[in-house]
């Protein structure tokens, strides 16, 4: 436990004025885990994230995502919005988890997905910061579309994303 701490809060000095909320974009590149034979769902490609992160000036912080699958990616004939929440805990190595819903010809999906996250948060430049994450999504693309029954479709994605503070 106590490596886990160092680990975590390797190269963070935290102080007063380190609190506070970070806005950005960026994107992903899925993979699926499991190889899937159907003529409608591409097994890789690129996702686009919205995101706004609020770090509380110590270990933790708390982080809301609009993430933009585009047609083809989850199997449906138009985009998929999934909006997610995300708990982390670290400073410049972090660890965390996520859940998350699909939305999807104006309905959600039957059940969320969840995410369990790593990464680097770089500072680039003062208030300019450089997030690159690896993801590994616990989800099910039949919950997002009922013409794909049940495909057990675990993916991965590696990430960047550029915030600035506010």
Known sequence: MVVLGLVFSFGYEATAGDAGARIGAGAHYWAYM??????NVDDDGFSY???????T???????????IYPEGLTGTD???YAPQAYVLLGG??????????????????????YVLRGGLDLE????????????YHFTDIGAIDDAIDNIDSDTLTIGGMVRIEL
């Open 49 to 55: 994230m919205l995101s706004l992160q609020y770090d």
């Open 57 to 67: 000036g110590t270990l933790l912080k708390f982080e809301a995502n609009l993430e």
């Open 34 to 39: 499991d190889d899937i034979d159907i003529d």
């Open 124 to 135: 680039l430049l003062p208030r300019i910061h450089l997030d690159i994450n690896a993801n």
């Open 78 to 80: 138009e985009n998929v």
């Open 92 to 113: 410049f190595i972090y660890a965390g988890l996520g859940v998350g819903i699909g939305y999807y010809d104006g309905n959600l999906a039957d059940d969320p997905f």
